[in-house]
């Protein structure tokens, strides 16, 4: 609890206690009533004299119809009508009200505040003579070596080039499950460093870096209000000064008619003080904050109530195949060989491929470590010939290795031999349209080939099965060929999908499709944030496959997925539809309490007591359900 939440408790416990008193003096002891006026103005001024300042310089600037100005008029009402109690009972459960308000307000940012307490406060550097010192963030250059102590936040983002360690990623993810972290990993800020001590060599500042760009994000987050936020805000714009006018009208022509003013005046502020919008302006606010904090303890970001909200009405799901359906790492799959062993296949492929640093390279020299251990073999020195657009041509054992695409095995082998071992051995050969595909050739002779595919996501299949289940019209794009993608989605069961395409048609998909859907229903489009931030941009909603450390992730999507899962999806989604659920619960709660109230007071059923119950009772119901966002999942 806050310092200021706490002086605001302790000035309405002392009221209370003073108001106990004033009513203790009433009924136990003969006073006059200029007594007991000048008691409870003391109560009042003690519980309210806050309220009556922040009403009058409302009124200053301009700001007449709020909530204050309503509890003001119907209390300084109650007094002019001798109802002293009443009084000082509206304005002490209005500030117990106002109190409750603010502590869940506070509860809810203090949650996302240490969700995301992950801003570090310091980095170790060596100074000019050696020695480890502690310097902000801030100052720490491109290209510096940092040093990272168990138990310390990793500052800034880098390459770890001495030791190995575990992370804590579970203020950036929601990962339970520590990180394991060797020399030539990237790291990112934000993490905790559990075990050993580890030098980084940064390759951001701290102002580009992950952690600040995740803060910035949350932060601004509230920023971009819902369509139900906006009609509130804009509901009680023109509310409060009607609720006014009809109170004044309630108070004054039936006391024309009937000349029972003193009836009709009481009638009229019980009416005000049942008006005041306050537990729908909160609530609702509220619920959407608490639904982006439980979406952020799930490791997806939300940069605004507006994306929650448009996510329940998601209609189209269009999925990005590389990055976000797979893996985006490949490995070999199927080693085939003709005139010579697998094992010597994978180990000569993976001996002309030992310098390059490319993914399909680098997938090769991974088959071959799992496979045999020992990579003595790859520490030659002998030259690599790399051929662009075609392959590698290497030297071993004074022979010539060539492993690369058809178009390097018709130059090495000749055409006419190269379409003889295309007819002898690959003809109908499936694996040649299911991914890529490495030729391996010694010495003019054809040995066979490498498949090298991109490997699905644990979680893409059933992310899949829920959103199809969920009535989801679910699309992949993919500018792989087309025998990768029909693989890909005969795995998944994908029905609908389209391949060898280029960004601009991924952009004319789009375009048709967001065509075909409902007028109410919106489009998301799924992808890694880096090749298709123009289709981020113009589907309804943008969401990113953002990892750990992608910044045109971060950057391109309205939602970003840290932990690179696609069932968080289904989460997010379901994160959506709770939080909105929990909104019109609130909107149907406040309004049908209040209405039925307000009938009440105006018919004279409905005392004041009534009218704090519809006030302040129904804020403090509104936001109890409001704050249950915050522990979805």
């Known amino acids: 609890m806050t310092k200021k939440l706490k002086k605001r408790l302790y000035r309405i416990i002392a009221g209370a206690v003073c108001y106990a008193a004033c009513m203790a003096l009433e009924k136990l002891v003969p006073v006059s009533n200029n007594v007991l006026l000048i008691a409870f103005l003391v109560t009042y001024f003690i519980i ?17 119809f709020d909530e204050k100005f309503l509890m003001v008029i119907a209390t300084i009402g109650a007094f002019l009508s001798s109802q002293y109690p009443e009084a000082v009972a509206v304005m002490l459960f209005y500030q117990i009200g106002e109190w409750f308000q603010s502590y869940a307000v506070n509860k809810s940012r203090r949650s996302i505040k240490d969700l995301m307490d992950i801003r570090p406060d310091y980095a170790n550097v060596y100074n000019e003579a050696g020695e480890l010192v502690s310097v902000d963030p801030d100052e720490v250059s491109i290209g510096t070596t940092i040093v990272v102590k168990p138990g310390e936040k990793i500052p800034l983002d880098g390459e770890v080039i001495k030791g190995e360690t575990s992370l804590d990623t579970m203020a950036l993810t929601g990962e339970s499950l520590p990180r394991e972290i060797h020399t030539g990993d990237e790291v990112i800020s ?34 971009k209000k819902a369509e139900a936020e906006n009609f509130i805000s804009k509901f009680a714009k023109y509310y409060t000064p009607i609720v006014v006018f009809l109170a004044v009208a309630l108070a004054i022509i039936p006391s024309i008619i009937t000349g029972a003013w003193g009836k009709w005046v009481y009638r009229a502020l019980c009416f005000l003080v049942i008006s005041c919008p306050c537990a729908l302006v909160i609530s609702i606010p509220l619920s959407f904050f ?21 996510l329940a009405n998601a209609e189209t799901i269009v999925m990005d195949k590389t990055g976000t359906l797979t893996k985006g790492q490949f490995a070999v799959t199927k080693i085939m060989a003709v005139n010579e062993s ?40 002998e030259a690599v010939e790399e051929k662009a657009g075609f392959g590698v041509i290497a030297r071993k054992d004074s022979g010539k290795i060539a492993v690369g695409n058809e178009k390097l095995m018709a130059h090495v082998l000749g055409a006419d031999a190269w379409a003889a071992c295309k007819e002898k051995y690959l003809a109908g050969e499936k694996a040649l349209s299911e991914g890529t595909i490495c030729h391996v050739a010694y010495n003019d002779t054809y040995w066979g080939f490498l498949l090298i595919e991109d490997q699905l996501k644990e979680d ?16 992949m794009l993919t500018g792989d060929q087309k025998g990768v993608a029909d693989k890909v989605a005969g795995q998944l069961g994908i029905t609908e999908y389209y391949a060898e395409l280029l960004p601009g048609d991924k952009v004319d998909h789009v375009e048709k499709l967001l065509a075909e859907k409902s007028e109410k229903g919106r489009l998301i489009f799924v992808g890694d944030g880096i090749n298709d931030a123009p289709v981020l941009a113009r589907a309804d909603i943008g969401i990113a496959m953002g990892g750990l450390g992608s910044d045109a992730a971060i950057e391109a999507a309205d939602i970003v997925i840290m932990t690179d899962e696609p069932a968080k999806i289904t989460t997010a989604m379901h994160i959506s539809k709770e939080t909105l659920k929990i909104v019109k619960q609130n909107i149907i709660f406040a309004i049908g309490v209040k209405v039925l109230v307000l009938i009440l007071a105006a018919l004279g059923v409905a005392s004041m007591w009534w009218a704090v119950f519809a006030d302040v009772g129904v804020a403090f119901i509104a936001i109890l359900n409001a704050m249950r966002a915050l522990k979805l999942k």
């Not at 075990?195 to 994000?217: C, D, H, P, Q």
């Not at 608490?290 to 448009?310: D, F, P, T, W």
């Not at 893409?460 to 699309?475: F, N």
């Open 342 to 381: 697998e094992q010597r296949v994978l180990a000569y492929g993976a001996f002309a491929e030992r310098l390059s640093t490319h993914p399909i390279s680098k997938s090769i020299m991974a088959a071959y470590q799992q496979k045999n251990g020992d990579m003595t073999i790859m520490s030659s020195n």
């Open 290 to 310: 608490g639904g982006i904090g439980a979406a952020s303890k799930a490791g997806i970001l939300v940069k605004g109530s507006n994306y929650l909200e448009a």
């Open 460 to 475: 893409a299949a059933d992310c899949v099965t829920e959103l199809k289940k969920a009535g989801m019209r679910l699309v």
């Open 190 to 223: 934000g993490c905790i460093n559990l075990s050993g001590v580890i030098e980084v060599k940064t390759s951001k500042e701290f102002g580009e870096s992950t952690v600040a760009k995740i803060l910035n994000l949350v932060e601004n987050a509230t920023a």
């Open 48 to 64: 309210g004299g806050d309220v009556l300042k922040g009403a009058a310089q409302n009124i200053i600037k301009g700001q007449i």
